[in-house]
Each structure stands twice: as C-alpha cells, then as structure tokens.
Nanobody, 123 residues
Framework: QVQLVESGGGLVQPGGSVRLSCAASGSIFSINAMGWYRQAPGKQRELVALVSRGGSTNYADSVKGRFTISRDNAKNTVYLQMNSLKPEDTAVYYC?????????????????WGQGTQVTVSS
C-alpha cells in the first residue's frame, strides 16, 4: 500500500509565499518522477511542475520564475515553493508520483496521487 500525503496550503495574500510538501510512504522500492498539478474551479487539472529522480525540473510557463519544485529522495518527499502568488494561482494542488512498489513477491509500477490541498490567493 502506497500513500501520498500533502501538507501546506491555505489562504495567502497576493504577492505572498507558501510551501507545499508531499510525502510518499508504504512499500516503496523506488520513485521516478514526482510532480505537482492543480485544478481551479471549472477548469481541467493542469501540470504545474515536475522533477525527475535526478533533479531535472520542468515548469508550466505560468509559474516559471515564481515556483520551485524540489525533492528529498531520502525522505520520499517532494516540495513546491510558491512565491509571488497571484489570484489566478488559486486552485487545489495535487502531488503525483511514479512509484515502483514491492509486495515481497513482485514489483509493480503505478501513478499515485495525493488527496489535494487548497491554495487560495486573495486579499
């Protein structure tokens, strides 16, 4: 059983900062790419940022220069530092990870999602 548990988020003023964390736990053999997605009301879920196991990163154009994704492989955790927040950043943020689990008998690779955390940017 593999779980992703997110923390952080909340209400922040425009121009402010917030840090999201997402920790993976369970029968984990390895974690490949980790990322953050977001979904605003009435919109489709969109990619925010990705980080490979080796640390290579990719960002949506809308967050480049403001958001930073990072990971701690020893802690199976991915972070999203969000600075210079704008009202249009308001959304539910979901972490995602490509995880190979080991049951003791076989390996299995799947995509896992966190439960989502609300970030609201408003004065």
């Amino acid at each position: 059983q593999v779980q992703l548990v997110e923390s952080g988020g909340g209400l922040v003023q425009p121009g402010g900062s917030v840090r999201l964390s997402c920790a993976a736990s369970g029968s984990i053999f390895s974690i490949n790419a980790m990322g953050w997605y977001r979904q605003a009301p009435g919109k489709q879920r969109e990619l925010v940022a990705l980080v490979s196991r080796g640390g290579s990163t990719n960002y949506a154009d809308s967050v480049k220069g403001r958001f930073t994704i990072s990971r701690d492989n020893a802690k199976n955790t991915v972070y999203l530092q969000m600075n210079s927040l704008k009202p249009e950043d308001t959304a539910v943020y979901y972490c995602n990870a490509q995880i190979t689990s080991f049951s003791g008998t076989y390996y299995d690779e799947n995509d896992y999602w966190g439960q989502g955390t609300q970030v609201t940017v408003s004065s």
